[in-house]
């Protein structure tokens, strides 16, 4: 039993990261769908916020795999743009009720799109991948974050949020795809503020923007 389990969650952990973009889609929906992420819709006061406050003054942000819109509806509502992408057209459905709800439909819009692939139409003040970042295949973070940081604005800002361990126990033992993520992040971008938080799951949010000058080159 234990083989088995062990063996499905590889798969679907693997098709969630390598899988068709068809494949990842139907997934999400479902999980969405059948409510199966409503313990994660109150994330207010979530360690992340206080250091998104810092650079979200006025700012115009992009959220890649925002859900059903905790970033957008909980975070300061000082920014001035927010746009949210996500695979999964059931989390966008909430996230755009939720911030009609919360007087932000406005200034929240909502894009459906694999962020492997999703080019954004603009520049932005911050780039956010909260819990997100795990659903990229291991050899593409790199790449990925730099595809994506072309889309900053001068001075502009990645925030990147992970639990680095699992289960409830603030003593959790590290996970190793998450810890490798997070290596990569640290060192190959200029790291601003980086914070580990003594909480279930050990919460790590870093903000980074990437290396100008000849150190970009090593
Ligand atoms: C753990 S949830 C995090 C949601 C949100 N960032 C938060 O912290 O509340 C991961 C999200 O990433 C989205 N996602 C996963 N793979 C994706 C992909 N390839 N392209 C776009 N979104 C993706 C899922 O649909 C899901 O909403």
Request: with cysteine; aromatic share 12%; hydrophobic share 35%.
């Amino acid at each position: 039993m234990y083989i088995v389990d062990r063996t499905a969650r590889f798969v679907r952990g693997f098709l969630l990261s390598y899988g068709p973009s068809s494949v990842k889609k139907r997934f999400w929906d479902k999980e969405y769908s059948q409510e199966k992420w409503t313990f994660a819709y109150n994330t207010v006061g979530d360690c992340v916020y206080p250091h998104l406050e810092r650079y979200t003054k006025n700012a115009a942000i992009l959220d890649i795999g925002c859900g059903s819109g905790n970033t957008g509806t909980e975070m300061a509502g000082h920014y001035r743009s927010y746009l949210g992408v996500d695979i999964s057209e059931a989390a966008l459905a909430k996230a755009r009720r939720r911030s009609q709800e919360c007087g932000r439909g406005d200034k929240n819009s909502f894009a459906c799109s694999d962020f492997l692939t999703y080019v954004p139409p603009s520049q932005y003040d911050v780039i956010l991948f909260r819990e997100s970042l795990y659903h990229v295949p291991l050899g593409r973070v790199k790449e990925t974050l730099d595809r994506y940081s072309a889309y900053l604005k001068h001075n502009g800002v990645l925030v990147v949020r992970l639990f680095a361990s699992s289960g409830d126990s603030p003593n959790g033992k590290d996970k190793p795809r998450p810890a490798a993520m997070l290596r990569i992040v640290e060192t190959k971008f200029e790291v601003l503020e980086k914070a580990r938080y003594n909480l279930p799951g050990q919460p790590i949010v870093m903000v980074v923007r990437p290396i100008m000058g000849p150190e970009a080159l090593s």
